[in-house]
């Protein structure tokens, strides 16, 4: 199920990538690997106040994109660890869910970007044509976990911020 509904303002808290780091598939499956088989996603839950959750967060800009492998916190959680910290707004968002046991890590980023468009264009929500070129250029993938710290449901969350110029690096002389 895919609406346009707000969603409050969270911190992301994890590690960043570049673009450089992908695997040949375009994933970040090694670097997902690990991270998984760290004492990170140990340290990110004993800090959590809020639910549990395994979180991908893309950040675009027009030429680029740094993704964080992480999870999302309250607003005002205090950084820690080696952990990085990015703070998204509360915004209107598309978002999906959906019922989930597995963190889907291994299919390229393209790919999945891909798969969370269809679900909004099939519900037929109005989104941004170029995310890179808006106000809040914000991709989220979250794994929610239950008490049993079982991957129980997925949401695609794609934030909707005003158009911005079009044409960045044109200068007047």
């Known amino acids: 199920m895919a609406e346009i509904k707000n969603v409050d ?6 590690y960043p990538y570049l673009p450089t780091m992908m695997d040949g598939n375009g994933s970040f499956y090694s670097d997902w690997e690990e991270f998984m088989h760290s004492d990170a996603p140990a340290q990110l839950d004993a800090h959590q106040t809020g639910q549990k959750n395994r979180t991908a967060l893309i950040v675009f800009s027009p030429y680029s994109f740094v993704y964080y492998i992480g999870s ?3 607003v005002g959680t205090e950084k820690f660890g080696d952990f990085v910290t990015f703070d998204l707004p509360d915004s209107k968002a598309a978002v999906h869910t959906e019922t989930a046991d597995t963190v889907i890590y291994q299919i390229g980023v393209n790919q999945g970007i891909e798969r969370l468009m269809k679900q909004f264009e099939k519900s037929e929500l109005k989104i941004p044509e170029h995310l890179a070129m808006t106000s809040k250029p914000y991709l989220v993938d979250s794994w929610r976990m239950d008490e049993q710290d079982k991957i ?3 949401a695609g969350i794609m934030y909707i911020g005003e158009e911005q110029d079009s044409q960045p690096d044109e200068y007047d002389d």
């Not at 303002?9 to 994890?14: D, L, P, T």
């Open 152 to 154: 129980c449901d997925y």
């Open 72 to 74: 999302l916190f309250p």
């Open 9 to 14: 303002a969270m911190r992301m808290i994890g």
